[in-house]
């Protein structure tokens, strides 16, 4: 059984996203430079901001993984180099890799750097990890998303201890194998494997039978549209104690494209999930899992299953759980003391009468809002529209700079 600490692995797509993961919990981040990652239209870092970034996670003792898992050709090469001597410079603690020419160019010109190989390399096997590990120098493989729980269990058992093991656990799950994907490029000219993907397969298709053109017949439904080709979401927060003991060191989230909102809910819960299963046992863990997963819910989410680790996946039981998704309304921009009168940036509107939730590091706590004003005039208010007016409210707990607030959404009512 692995008795190491579990890392938990945040995606971060800016700097906004990078501090939310950071203050919630995160162990270390993953995130892209302009160019040469998966996810191009995420906000990304520049060489100046990858510093800044580096460097803010390190202080709070938080590690910066670079994502460099494009499928380059010849004419990336160069490039790919540069960034990556960039990114070294920079401070990151590895280059996330997923082609085998690109990853050994690396380990030869840049020995200091430490590779981890993407689950777009697919590695399904003991000997295909061995292989990285001594040919590039490999530290960490990043799973193949299709293997199982036992599986990766007989992985783990035939890998030197030093060669690590990184595992998704939650988020959006690619419809092609472990995401090389060419619908997008087929569809739309824009690589999935270069970094482009227009996500065709979240769009809505309908049948056209031969005899009928123009009558288009909806294949598979739920109350918010037909996705034929979408795979459901992950979620492996139930599970924790499993990939622990199947030897799973770092566990992932999925998101470079998500809000900071996201980010946050998401990285609260499986902080509080890993600190309860390390300090009071698999039973506390275990009891505490519903909770957790309604915190979840409040996240913008689609149905989620627990992928292949159990076999084909399966569909989700019960709800889905829309209707709990709240909706991120403003940030905590100073600290405040229980009783006083907060001082917050709006996100998205909402009145004086609702319930709103405060979203900290300890856990949420809710409140009714009983009044605002507006900061710039002293004005009191009914409702604020306008994202980034600075409002004030009385809020009956302590809050905290970077604590975030969430609402109804009335979207979902």
Request: contains cysteine; charged residues 20%.
């Amino acid at each position: 059984m692995n008795k190491r600490k579990m890392e938990l692995l945040a995606p971060v797509g800016g700097m906004e996203q990078l501090r939310a993961a950071v203050r919630f919990g995160a162990d270390a981040v993953y995130g892209g430079m302009k160019s040469y990652g998966l996810r191009a239209f995420a906000g990304n870092f520049d060489p100046e901001q990858l510093r800044e970034a580096v460097n803010f996670a390190h202080s709070a003792n938080v590690k910066f993984y670079v994502t460099m898992n494009i499928l380059p050709v010849d004419a990336d090469l160069d490039g790919f180099l540069a960034a990556a001597r960039d990114a070294l410079e920079a401070g990151v603690d590895a280059a996330i890799v997923s082609d085998i020419g690109a990853a050994l160019m690396l380990h030869q010109e840049l020995p200091a750097l430490p590779i981890h190989i993407s689950t777009q390399a697919n590695v399904l096997n003991s000997r295909t990890a061995v292989h990285f590990h001594q040919a590039v120098g490999a530290e960490r493989i990043v799973l193949s998303r299709e293997l199982s729980m036992q599986d990766i269990a007989a992985m783990r058992r035939k890998l030197p201890d030093e060669l690590e093991l990184e595992a998704f656990v939650h988020g959006a799950m690619c419809v092609a194998y472990s995401g090389r994907c060419l619908l997008s490029n087929a569809l739309t000219g824009r690589s999935g494997n270069r970094g482009a993907c227009a996500q065709p397969c979240r769009w809505q298709y309908h049948l056209v039978e031969e005899k009928r053109p123009g009558e288009y017949l909806p294949v598979c439904e739920d109350e918010r549209g037909t996705y034929l080709y979408s795979a459901l979401d992950l979620c492996m927060l139930p599970h924790l104690h499993e990939l622990r003991d199947a030897g799973v060191i770092s566990l992932k989230i999925e998101g470079r494209m998500k809000t900071a909102y996201y980010v946050a809910t998401v990285v609260s819960a499986y902080r509080r999930a890993l600190d309860i299963l390390e300090t009071e046992g698999d039973e506390a863990f275990l009891a505490a899992v519903p909770a957790l997963m309604e915190e979840l819910q409040k996240a913008s989410h689609r149905q989620s299953n627990a992928g292949f680790y159990y076999g084909a996946p399966e569909p989700p039981a019960g709800a889905n759980g829309f209707s709990q998704t709240m909706e991120y309304v403003g940030d905590f921009i100073a600290s405040c003391e229980a009783g006083g009168e907060a001082l917050v940036r709006l996100k998205n509107r909402f009145y004086v009468g609702d319930t709103l939730e405060a979203l900290t590091p300890d856990g949420s706590q809710s409140f009714t809002v009983t009044a605002m004003k507006l900061e710039e005039t002293g004005e009191s208010v009914q409702t604020a529209s306008v994202a980034g007016t600075l409002i004030r409210m009385p809020v009956p707990f302590r809050v905290d700079h970077g604590d975030l607030l969430r609402g109804p959404n009335r979207n979902h009512r």
